[in-house]
Every structure is written in C-alpha cells, then in structure tokens.
C-alpha cells in the first residue's frame, strides 16, 4: 500500500485501472484486488474498490459522493474454477463505466456522472484499500492506474508483455526512487505476499512475478504500477 497522492485522484474523466489475476482460494469470500477506502468503507472515503465477491464474480465500483457506481461481471474465478491467470480492466470512458475480463467486456455498461471522490485513504494492492479482512488469496501482476484515458472501450486482446513506459528504477531499497524525466517520486515497495505454490507459477509464467514498480506521468495522464 502507499500513501495518497494527488495524482490518485480519478476526478470527472476518463480512467482505467487494469490488473492480472490468478485466484487460488475458494468461494464465497470477498476478496480484494485493489482499491482507495478507509478502515470502514466511509462512503466519502471510498475512490474505488475493485475485488472479488462472495458470488465469485468481478466487481467494481467508485463512489461519487455518497452516490455508487458499480459493475459486475459474470465469470466465476475460485482456486479450482478458471484458474491461472487472468486480466481485469475496469474503465470510464465518456460517461459510462465498463469491465473487461481477459478483453470481454462482462456485465452492462453503467452510466456515471460527476467527480469521483479524492479519497485521503491509501491506495493497496491485495486488498480494499484500509480495510482489513478481505486480503486477496492467489497472485497479481502488472496494477496499473492510469488517470485521464480509457485504454479500451470496446473488446480486446490483453497485453501480452509487461507494461514498460520509460520507468527508470534507480533502487530497489524502501523507500524506492522511481524516475520520470526530471521528476523524482518516492513511494513504498511492499512484496506481495506469495503461497508456496509461487516457486511453480513463477516458472510457468515468468512475467507474472508480483512486485511493486512505482509511479509515473506521463502523456498527461498519470499511470500507477505494481508488478
């Protein structure tokens, strides 16, 4: 997890928050992929939430006041039903909400209106934000937020390869100095916690290794990552 930062504010246009996924744990829980709340889910705290229900399905959703947007997709991920890795893009694009698993979008497309809360919360990968007690159980790879575009609108094949925009790590000490150009910005390396079957995934799918990358602007738009 990491502090909040401005440039985590989703605001009144387009965005995109795209992560991988693998699930290894069971149904009926809710688990968290990623999301901006505090301890309580506050609804004036709550940016956005991305996770898994207790349905098995993919849920988002942000909050714009008290008012929630959301969307739902389809698909059922536990450890034994579509397992390995899989991708998750929740997007804003002019007006309306989508999300895409693995470039189908799943579920309708909502509308939104308004600027979505600047949260004070920090920011977490594995879990809802502040919120204890829905921790993901399984792996991610490649988190990325990227503020002021939509990536994709329509259908999609996922990237293939790990996201590379320039980003220069310069230290992989804590905290960790990420370079954009001239700007420097210092954010907290935190390991995703990994089960022992890690050593196995890893090999098979080398990618898909589950560390903390940094954050950067760029082309007007802010992408946050965590490989």
């Known amino acids: 997890s990491t502090l909040d930062h401005a440039d985590f504010a989703l605001g009144s246009g387009d965005f995109t928050i795209?992560?991988?996924?693998?699930?290894?744990?069971?149904?009926g829980t809710f688990q968290g992929l990623a999301g901006q709340t505090d301890s309580v889910s506050t609804?004036?705290?709550i940016s956005f939430e991305f996770m898994r229900t207790d349905a098995n399905v993919i849920f988002a959703h942000v909050f714009v006041g008290a008012t929630q947007y959301?969307?739902?997709?389809?698909t059922q991920f536990t450890g034994g039903v579509n397992t390995g890795w899989h991708h998750a893009a929740f997007v804003r694009t002019s007006g309306t909400l989508k999300l895409f698993i693995d470039g189908v979008q799943e579920g309708s497309s909502v509308a939104i209106a308004g600027t979505v809360n600047d949260s004070s919360a920090a920011l977490a990968v594995g879990r809802s934000g502040e919120r204890t007690g829905f921790d993901w159980i399984g792996f991610l790879d490649e988190f990325r937020l990227s503020v002021g575009?939509?990536?994709?609108?329509?259908?999609?094949?996922?990237?293939?390869?790990?996201?590379?925009?320039?980003?220069?790590?310069t230290s992989l000490t804590t905290p960790a100095s990420i370079h954009v150009g001239d700007r420097v910005e210092e954010l907290e390396l935190r390991v995703l916690e990994l089960e022992e079957e890690n050593a196995k995934l890893k090999a098979a799918k080398p990618s898909?290794?589950?560390?903390?990358?940094?954050?950067?602007?760029?082309?007007?738009?802010?992408?946050?990552?965590?490989?």
């Open 43 to 45: 609804l004036s705290s």
């Open 70 to 74: 959301a969307v739902t997709g389809t």
């Open 208 to 227: 898909r290794l589950g560390l903390p990358n940094g954050s950067a602007t760029k082309e007007g738009h802010t992408d946050l990552r965590v490989r």
């Open 149 to 169: 575009v939509a990536r994709w609108t329509t259908n999609f094949t996922p990237p293939t390869a790990a996201y590379n925009d320039g980003l220069t790590i």
């Open 18 to 27: 795209d992560l991988w996924f693998n699930c290894t744990t069971g149904g």
